[in-house]
């Protein structure tokens, strides 16, 4: 990825400190999946890395995706919206074991009763409380005439107690934030298609919202949207 072959520190680092180091790459032009490894060096060059036997090597993997598929791809943007719970602001990528709630993007999400995808989804878990909830605010997007919202929802695979409510909501500037379309998903082996026009909303700029909501107990409630965007 157009990387340096070797970056020095900027200052002595001493066991058990933190340096911050950055590092320029430059996403390939062809779709696919591509890593860059990386290993540290003694200051006479005997290179160490991760590992019980210090020999592995570290790495930063990016999918390079086809641009133009979609007019907006909210899984590959996730990170762009705001994700937040009744508890406050989430971070983004978020952390699967924190009981806020998160938000993390899958590669190859395996969906209810071990079914494996190959496209990416999120996954978006309410707060860990009686009807807690999640949801990401999208910057303003222009819709235009003929768009349409397509989805895929419904639960992970091994949460049998799934039991939540998906809303698209939307806000047009400072207004209120209002509902386009919601549906009930538990874990049943079906899943809910999602296709909303948008014409109504054409020409103005519109916050879209993805929010999921626990009915009920947040147990399992591990909701996935399956390719989220907006297509022409």
Do not use: H
Not at 96 to 110: E, K, Q, S, W
Not at 138 to 144: G, K, L
Request: glycine share 8%; aromatic share 12%.
């Amino acid at each position: 990825m157009e990387g340096p072959r070797r970056l020095s520190f900027s200052e002595s680092v001493d066991p058990g400190e933190s340096v911050l180091l950055s590092v320029e790459l430059v996403a390939p032009d062809e779709p696919g999946r591509y890593r860059g490894s990386w290993q540290l060096s003694t200051a006479s060059g005997d290179p160490f890395g991760i590992g019980a036997d210090a020999e592995s090597p570290f790495w930063v993997e990016i999918k390079v995706i086809q641009p133009d598929k979609y007019a907006y791809d909210f899984a590959a943007s996730y990170c762009a919206a705001k994700w937040r719970s009744d508890s406050g602001r989430l971070e983004c990528p978020g952390n699967r074991a924190d009981d806020d709630g998160f938000a993390v993007l899958l590669d190859r999400p395996v969906i209810e009763k071990g079914r494996l995808e190959n496209e990416t989804a999120l996954w978006t878990n309410p707060e860990d409380k009686e009807e807690g909830w999640v949801q990401g605010e999208y910057p303003d997007f222009e819709v235009e005439q003929g768009m349409r919202f397509k989805a895929i929802v419904g639960c992970l695979d091994d949460s049998p107690d799934c039991d939540v409510v998906f809303r698209l909501n939307y806000r047009i500037g400072e207004g209120e934030i209002k509902t386009l379309w919601e549906a009930r998903e538990v874990y049943d082996d079906t899943f809910t298609r999602v296709d909303v026009d948008l014409s109504p909303l054409a020409g103005e700029e519109v916050q879209f919202i993805l929010a999921v909501f626990a009915n009920g107990s947040p147990d399992d409630d591990q909701a996935f949207w399956l390719v989220p965007r907006i297509v022409d």
